[in-house]
């Protein structure tokens, strides 16, 4: 079979606003996920057991289902049983994020655990509220320790986004299906595919470890 | 300026403090003294709640920071059932209260305060009402440098400095910095305000942490063994600060193992053992004629 990557080239419009697509649920889910892991991660270091219980419930349900199942459960099932309507988008980036919160939530404990207690002692001295401890002492120094870790979890993120698709989304993998049942052809497109995401993959491991080089500016030189 | 009235500290089933009374007036220095274990942390992180006692109650200022203790004030002992009740059956006051109180220590009724009736808890309110303030506000007026000086490793000197002060006294940064940069120079580290605190020694992170302690305008700092952590030739640099401080007239409370600075800058000598305060005395007469047999053991192994 003759090759032909000039079809890649016809679609390549397409391409571009699926791949806008792709990057705009991968940013908000991390973001919105991101922003539930800290409340969560604050509920499993808490002494107030029942807030624990939750967390961890909570963590064991989005570990324990396939992904693409919380995916249908969410623009499928919820909107049959709750009053809620969500587009495949919102959906889509609904789940991932707090799927993602799970995630980002387990390490960011591991990452609050570590911090001396000294670091709260201080704060606690110089008169400081919990609240403000958390926002400007604790969690900046845990970020940082777990911001290796956060960029794994933004990757596979955005690998997952491609199971919107699946609820009817053009992603870039749609684009790609759509490709291969007008022309028959196979190897192209996924081909293709695979070269987005990989050099999109590539691009944030490298913003990642900018990213650290950045933080980690107070260690010792 | 402080009151530590009958302070009990358990850990779990070990007893770490066993009935501690201090009084400290302003401009005072007292050196908590003592062999390790013997609590002189823990007394110390009592007085800013870093630790909640058991028992026993801590005035700062006139003003309780600590729950009220029952056995503090008879009249509410008094009002409870389970002295009613002890009372109706034998019938000797002090006999009675002190029989609720070891009770209570060794958890034989610890529930007790809990069945406790409105009387009881009327009382206990009205303390409250009157003299309790609470940890956060106590913690800005007293301020605590640290055995491992507790710097926030992502923040800058002059970040440090200015931190507490701009979130906690609502100070303006152009202020805050203004007064930061006045102390760290009294410490002599002005030229590294911009440095994160993990490429300074330790000799310079313990004075910038003391100058962190003193931007919160404190009645009262609270030394945790300042120097233990320290390589011996860096003693000293943070010895001399110490000691400027202390000529300035702030009122100190200093745990330390330095006896010969104890000494030197000291008002007074606690010296603590198994969590009981066994002598108080003016530094002169504590090292040349200790009264307690375990108090000469110990100054026989550090001198």
């Known amino acids: 079979m003759q090759l032909d990557f000039s079809i890649i080239l016809k679609w390549l419009p397409q391409f571009g606003s699926a791949l806008l697509v792709t990057l705009e649920t991968t940013v908000c889910s991390l973001l919105l996920g991101l922003l539930f892991s800290i409340p969560l991660s604050l509920c499993k270091i808490s002494n107030i057991r029942p807030l624990q219980w939750i967390a961890s419930f909570y ?9 693409l199942v919380q995916v249908f459960m969410m623009y499928f099932g919820i909107p049959l049983v709750l009053p809620v309507k969500f587009t495949a988008f919102q959906a889509g980036t609904l789940v991932f994020a707090m799927n993602s919160a799970a995630y980002i939530s387990e390490s960011m404990r591991g990452g609050i655990k ?11 001295a110089l008169g400081v509220h919990y609240a403000g401890m958390m926002k400007d002492i604790i969690l900046p120094q845990a970020i940082k320790s777990v911001l290796p870790s956060l960029v794994n979890e933004f990757i596979s993120l955005l690998k997952n986004t491609t199971l919107i698709a699946s609820i009817g989304l053009v992603d870039i993998l749609r684009v790609g299906q759509l490709i291969q049942s007008r022309t028959y ?34 260690d010792r030189r | 300026m402080i009151d530590v009235k009958g302070l009990y500290k358990d850990f779990g089933s070990l007893h770490v403090l066993r009935g501690v009374d201090l009084h400290v007036d302003e401009g005072e220095i007292i050196s908590i003294i003592g062999p390790s274990g013997s609590g002189k942390s823990t007394l110390l992180r009592s007085i800013n709640l870093l630790e909640k006692p058991t028992f026993g109650e801590i005035w700062v200022e006139e003003k309780l920071i600590t729950p009220p203790d029952p056995y503090l004030h008879t009249e509410i002992i008094r009002a409870s059932y389970t002295y009613k009740a002890m009372m109706a059956a034998r019938g000797e006051d002090i006999k009675v209260i002190r ?18 009736g409105p009387e009881y ?18 913690r800005r007026r007293v301020g605590m440098v640290f055995q491992h000086f507790n710097l926030f490793p992502h923040k800058t000197v002059l970040e440090n400095m200015i931190y507490a002060p701009m979130k906690v006294n609502r100070l ?23 440095v994160y605190p993990d490429t300074l020694s330790g000799g310079q992170k313990q ?43 702030m009122t100190m409370l200093l745990v330390t193992h330095e006896m010969g600075f104890a000494r030197e800058v000291s008002d007074r000598i606690c010296f603590l053992d198994e969590g009981v305060l066994i002598e108080d005395a003016p530094p002169d007469i504590f090292f040349s004629t200790p009264k307690s047999e375990r108090a000469r053991t110990f100054l026989d192994k550090v001198l």
């Open chain 1, 59 to 67: 963590t064991s349900i989005f570990r324990g289902v396939p992904l």
């Open chain 1, 114 to 124: 570590a911090i001396d207690r000294g670091q709260y002692e201080a704060a606690l």
């Open chain 1, 185 to 218: 052809r196979a190897f192209e497109p996924f081909f293709a595919i695979s070269v987005f995401y990989y050099i999109l993959v590539m691009g944030l491991s490298f913003l990642g470890k900018l990213l650290e080089r950045r933080v980690n500016k107070s």
């Open chain 2, 99 to 116: 029989e609720i109180k070891e009770k209570d220590l060794l958890k034989e009724n610890s529930r007790f305060l809990r069945k406790e």
């Open chain 2, 121 to 138: 808890y009327a009382l206990l309110k009205k303390i409250i009402a009157e003299h309790y303030e609470n940890a956060y506000s106590v």
């Open chain 2, 172 to 194: 303006e940064r152009p202020k805050a910095v203004e007064k930061a940069r006045a102390l760290l120079d009294s410490v002599g580290m002005l030229a590294k305000q911009d």
């Open chain 2, 207 to 249: 004075r910038v942490a003391i100058a962190r302690a003193l931007a919160m305008d404190p009645d009262i700092v609270l030394f945790d063994e300042p120097t233990s952590a320290l390589d011996p030739e860096m003693v000293k640099e943070v010895l001399d600060v110490i000691k400027r401080l202390a000529e300035t007239g």
